[in-house]
C-alpha cells in the first residue's frame, strides 16, 4: 500500500514537473525553435562545415583524405586558372549586375506607367525567369552556336557581316555572350522586385512634387530614386550573390571554356572536385569564395542600414 | 492672391459623368468651401483646378488666365493634401524648401523664406526632423508649412484634418482660419464635414452627385435652405422632416403622419391639401400646451444641451434643448417648433416652398 501510494505522488510530481517546463516560456520558445535549427543544421550548417574541413584534406573521390592544413590554398595561389576563374567571376558579377539593374530598373518604371496590356507585358517580363534555368542556357547555346546561330544569320541576311560570329570560340566574346545569357535571366528578377518598390511609392508624393514644379527627371532624382533606394539595396545584394555563385549557366554553354576563359570559381570547383575528382581542392575554391560573398553581404549590410528618415519615433 | 472662375465644368471618366456642369465663382481673397457626402465630386473638381485632373468640358480660370491647358506647376497654386503627402526622405526645412529649391533659387533665399513660415507655424525647432518624428498636427502644419513658402495664387485644402483626432481638428480649424485671416491668399478647402464648412467658410458650396446644391454664406444656408438636401446636410443635429399636407382653415397648419397638428407661419400659395415635407431644426422645439404629442425615446445629455429623441405622429424626431429637464424615456411631452424658422419642401421636388 505504501509504496504504490509513493508512485503515486512520485507520478503526480514528475507530471506536475513535465507541466510546469511546458508553461515557461523559456522551455516552451525553445521548443518551437527546435524544428527550425534542425533544418539549419542539417541543410545549412553541416554542409558549410564539411566544405571547411574538406578544404583543408587532400581527398579523393573514394578515399578519406587526410588534413593537409593550407596546402590546398598555397597550391591554389601558384595556380594560373584559379586567379584566371576569379577575375572571370569578378567580370561576370559586375557586368552582368551593372546591366541587369540598369535594364531592370527600366524596364520597371516602364510597367509602372499606364500601359495598353499591362498584365500581357508583365508576364511576358516574367519569362525568363520561369523557364528552368538548363533550358534557357540550351537555347543560349543554340543562339550561339557556330554554325546554326540564328544572331549571325540575321546578320548575314541583312548584310552587315560576311562571317559568322565565333561567339564561343574566343575568349571575349565567350565572357560578353554568357554574360548576357545572365542578363536575359537575371533581368525579371530585378525588375519584378523593382516594380513592387515603386509601386508603394504614395502617387500623391508624385503629385505634390508635381505642383511643387518637379520636371519628370527631377521627379525621378528627387523622389523615385530615395524612396526606392533601400530595395535597390536588397536586391542587388541578391543579384550579386546569386550571379557570383552561379553555375548552371556557364556549365551549360561553355563547361568554362573555351581555354577556361568563362570558367566562374563555382564551375572550377565543380570540375576539380567532382570531374577531377580532387575534392578537397574543389572545396578549397569553393571556400576561396566565401570572402568575396562576406564582403558583398557587409558591403549591402551597411548599405541596408535603415537611414535616418526611415527610422520611426522621436529622436 | 487671385480670383477663381469655374464656369460650367463637367468631368468623365469614360462614359460616366461624375460633375455635371458646375460654376463656382470666387472671388479674391475668399475662403471658400466645397462640402459634400463622399463621392459627389468636390475632390475631382479640387483635383481638376490643381491640374492633377483633366476637365472634359468647362473652364477654369485663375486671375484672367483660362488654367484649363496649363501644367499644374505653371498655375501657381499650393495644394495640402489629405495625407499631408510630406516627402518622407527630407527634413521639415527640406520639405518645405523643395519648390523654390527646384525653381533654382539661392539657398539663402529659401533659408529666409522657410524661417518665416516656420515661425507663421511654429515650427522653427522641428526644421530638422524628419517627417516620421513628427505628431499628426505637426505634419499638417508642415504640409501648410510647404504651401505658405511658395507665396502662392491659391491655396487648395483636400480634406486636410479628416486624419486627425477630434481635439486636434478643432484646433487646427481655428488654426487655418486663423491663417487665412493674416495671409488673405484665395481658399478653396474640401470636406464632408459640414461643422467644418461651417466654422471656416466665408463660402460654402454643397455639393451632391455631381451639381452645386446651393451657394452662400453659412448663416444662409442654414436659415434658407434652397432644398431638402441642404437642410439635411447643414446643422448638426441634422433637421427632422415630416412628410404630410398643407391644410388651410382661416389658419394655416402642417398635417403630418398621424393627423398630428403642427403650426406654420403663412400658408404657402395654392396650397390646401398641398403634399409638403415639413422640416424643423431640433433647436427650435420648445416645450409648450398647445405643442403636439410626443412619448420621449432616448434622453442624451451632453452638458451644455439635451438631445431628446421623440416619436411625434409615430415618426421619431430629435430636439435639442439648452434648459436642463428632467426627461425620462417613456414621458409624454409637448413638442412645439418656432413657426417663424419652420422650413416646408416641395414633396416631389425637394426645393424650397
Known sequence: MAVMAESAVAQVKRSSLWTRAFESRHFLGAMFMVPAIAILILFLAYPLALGFWLGMTDTKIGGAGRFIGFQNFVSLSKDSVFWLSVFNTIFYTVAASAVKFAIGLYLALLLNERLPFKSMVRAIVLLPFVVPTVLSAIAFWWIYDSQFSIISWVLIKAGLITRYIDFLGDPWNARWSVVAANIWRGVPFVAITLLAGLQTISPSLYEAANLDGATNLQRFRHITLPMLSPIIAVVMTFSVLMTFTDFQLIYTITRGGPINSTHLMATLSFQRAITGGNLGEGAAISNAMIPFLVAAILLSFFGLQRSRWQQGGRD | ?353
Open chain 2, 1 to 353: 492672391m487671385s480670383s477663381v472662375q469655374i464656369r460650367d465644368v463637367r468631368k468623365s471618366f469614360g462614359n460616366f459623368e461624375v460633375l455635371h456642369g458646375v460654376s463656382i465663382p470666387i472671388e479674391d481673397g475668399q475662403f471658400v468651401v466645397l462640402v459634400g457626402p463622399s463621392g459627389c465630386g468636390k475632390s475631382t473638381l479640387l483635383r481638376m483646378l490643381a491640374g492633377l485632373e483633366n476637365i472634359t468640358s468647362g473652364t477654369i480660370s485663375i486671375g484672367d488666365r483660362v488654367v484649363n491647358n496649363v501644367q499644374p506647376k505653371e498655375r501657381d497654386i499650393a495644394m495640402v493634401f489629405q495625407n499631408y503627402a510630406l516627402y518622407p526622405h527630407m527634413t521639415v526645412g527640406e520639405n518645405m524648401g523643395f519648390s523654390m529649391k527646384l525653381r533654382g533659387e539661392s539657398t539663402e533665399e529659401i533659408n529666409k523664406r522657410v524661417k518665416r513660415a516656420a515661425e507663421i507655424l511654429a515650427l522653427s525647432p522641428l526644421l530638422e526632423r524628419y517627417p516620421r518624428q513628427l505628431s499628426g498636427g505637426q505634419r499638417q502644419r508642415v504640409a501648410m508649412g510647404r504651401a505658405i513658402v511658395r507665396d502662392p495664387q491659391v491655396f487648395l485644402f483636400d480634406e486636410p484634418l479628416s486624419n486627425l483626432d477630434a481635439k486636434l481638428r478643432v484646433a487646427m480649424r481655428t488654426e487655418i482660419k486663423e491663417l487665412h485671416q493674416r495671409l488673405k491668399t484665395t481658399t478653396v478647402y474640401v470636406t464632408h464635414d459640414q461643422i467644418e464648412a461651417m466654422t471656416m467658410a466665408d463660402k460654402i458650396v454643397v455639393m451632391h452627385d455631381g451639381i452645386v446644391e446651393q451657394m452662400g454664406t453659412p448663416l444662409e444656408l442654414y436659415d434658407k435652405p434652397e432644398n431638402q438636401f441642404v437642410a439635411g446636410f447643414i446643422g448638426s443635429p441634422s433637421m427632422n422632416f415630416l412628410k404630410g399636407h398643407v391644410r388651410v382653415n382661416g389658419v394655416a397648419t402642417f398635417e403630418g403622419p398621424n393627423g398630428v397638428k403642427l403650426p406654420l407661419r403663412n400658408a404657402p400659395a395654392a396650397s390646401d391639401g398641398r403634399p409638403v415635407v415639413y422640416g424643423v431644426r431640433p433647436e427650435h422645439f420648445t416645450i409648450a400646451d398647445d405643442g403636439a404629442d410626443a412619448e420621449i425615446v432616448v434622453v442624451e445629455p451632453t452638458g451644455s444641451e439635451t438631445q431628446v429623441f421623440a416619436k411625434l405622429g409615430g415618426e421619431q424626431v430629435v430636439a435639442v434643448f439648452r434648459e436642463r429637464h428632467q426627461f425620462n424615456p417613456g414621458d409624454k411631452i409637448k413638442l412645439k417648433p418656432d413657426p417663424s424658422v419652420v422650413h416646408l419642401f416641395d414633396e416631389a421636388t425637394g426645393k424650397r416652398v
